[in-house]
């Protein structure tokens, strides 16, 4: 009833109103401190969440970066080239179409290849005008020492020093008929040791089963004067590479026919300016190594 009092009385609910004013304004301050604590709270975690996925994929990345690393070292010893690349830039590449896998551009491998390597010669044809014949004199005659069917003459063929061969024509021929005989050389032949003792060239012979005999050069011909054959041009290689087998080709297609003429491909072959002919002494229709 006293309660019931008050209330008729204003200055009783004017203080009633001004506490509750109060307590709304201290909950509101407390409310938005709350507030304030939380957005604290969630902005600490989502930086700490955030530094450590950064820590994470850094540590992805070297993990990625080392495992590449090895797979590259791995095919390199199993001989798979390889294409540098920027060694940070690590990014998912989409997936080529099947049309693409099956009909793969080449064009800019191509052009950088041919940039880097040396484009390979133009294969030279095999023939008659890239071998050295001359003209030469057989001035010396010895008997080898290491094989006793080798003479080691010495021909002069044109160049300052006359030049030594290793010829097997001991059994066939005496040194007395090989001094001063007109003979043809083949001067371009890889240097070869023969029994310790070096040969510079070959003697050209004419062979047959029984008996050889050296193919003779004009006896007016100056020693170094170069062989011929009507039609073909003479260039002969500064040194014939054994593995083209260039004068072992083209042997093949020379011979002594039966005028005891030296033929390649049944053309006469010549020797100098005056074109004079090749010839034998005595054997005909055979064969010439």
Same mark, same amino acid.
Not at 122 to 148: C, M, N, S, W, Y
């Given at each position: 009833?006293?309660?019931?009092?008050?209330?008729?009385?204003?200055?009783?609910?004017?203080?009633?109103?001004?506490?509750?004013?109060?307590?709304?304004?201290?909950?509101?301050?407390?409310?938005?401190?709350?507030?304030?604590?939380?957005?604290?709270?969630?902005?600490?975690?989502?930086?700490?969440?955030?530094?450590?996925?950064?820590?994470?994929?850094?540590?992805?990345?070297?993990?990625?970066?080392?495992?590449?690393?090895?797979?590259?070292?791995?095919?390199?010893?199993?001989?798979?080239?390889?294409?540098?690349?920027?060694? !940070?830039?690590?990014?998912?590449?989409?997936k080529?179409?099947?049309?693409?896998?099956?009909?793969?551009?080449?064009?800019?491998?191509t052009?950088?290849?041919?940039?880097?390597?040396?484009?390979?010669?133009?294969?030279?044809?095999?023939?008659?005008?890239?071998?050295?014949?001359?003209? !030469?004199k057989?001035?010396?005659?010895?008997?080898?020492?290491?094989?006793e069917?080798?003479?080691?003459?010495?021909?002069?063929? !044109?160049?300052?020093?006359?030049?030594?061969?290793?010829?097997?024509?001991?059994?066939?021929?005496?040194k007395?008929?090989?001094?001063?005989?007109?003979?043809?050389?083949?001067? $371009?032949?890889?240097?070869?040791?023969?029994?310790?003792?070096?040969?510079?060239?070959?003697?050209?012979?004419?062979?047959?089963?029984?008996?050889?005999?050296?193919?003779?050069?004009?006896?007016?011909?100056?020693?170094?004067?170069?062989?011929?054959?009507? !039609?073909?041009?003479?260039?002969?290689?500064?040194?014939?590479?054994?593995?083209?087998?260039?004068?072992?080709?083209?042997?093949?297609?020379?011979?002594? $026919?039966?005028e005891?003429?030296?033929?390649?491909?049944?053309?006469?072959?010549?020797?100098?300016?005056?074109?004079?002919?090749?010839?034998?002494?005595?054997?005909?229709?055979?064969?010439?190594?």
């Amino acid at each position: 009833m006293r309660f019931l009092t008050l209330l008729r009385y204003p200055q009783f609910r004017f203080r009633m109103a001004e506490n509750d004013t109060l307590k709304l304004k201290n909950l509101a301050s407390e409310i938005e401190s709350l507030i304030s604590v939380v957005q604290k709270e969630i902005g600490d975690f989502v930086s700490a969440t955030a530094t450590r996925l950064e820590n994470e994929n850094a540590s992805l990345e070297k993990e990625i970066l080392k495992s590449k690393e090895e797979l590259i070292n791995l095919q390199k010893k199993n001989g798979i080239s390889q294409v540098d690349t920027p060694a !940070g830039n690590i990014s998912k590449t989409p997936k080529p179409d099947k049309k693409q896998e099956q009909k793969p551009k080449t064009t800019k491998n191509t052009t950088s290849t041919s940039k880097t390597q040396p484009q390979e010669k133009a294969a030279v044809p095999i023939h008659f005008g890239r071998i050295d014949l001359r003209a !030469g004199k057989i001035l010396e005659v010895t008997e080898h020492p290491q094989g006793e069917n080798l003479y080691i003459e010495k021909i002069d063929v !044109g160049e300052e020093q006359p030049r030594t061969i290793i010829s097997g024509i001991r059994k066939h021929i005496t040194k007395e008929n090989l001094l001063e005989t007109p003979v043809v050389v083949v001067c $371009n032949l890889k240097p070869a040791n023969l029994r310790g003792v070096k040969s510079f060239g070959m003697l050209l012979c004419a062979v047959s089963d029984k008996t050889v005999e050296p193919v003779r050069s004009p006896t007016d011909a100056q020693p170094g004067q170069r062989l011929q054959v009507e !039609g073909i041009e003479t260039n002969p290689d500064k040194e014939l590479n054994p593995k083209e087998k260039v004068f072992e080709t083209v042997v093949k297609d020379l011979r002594i $026919n039966n005028e005891k003429v030296l033929v390649y491909k049944n053309i006469a072959v010549t020797c100098g300016d005056s074109k004079a002919l090749i010839t034998t002494k005595n054997m005909s229709d055979c064969t010439v190594a």
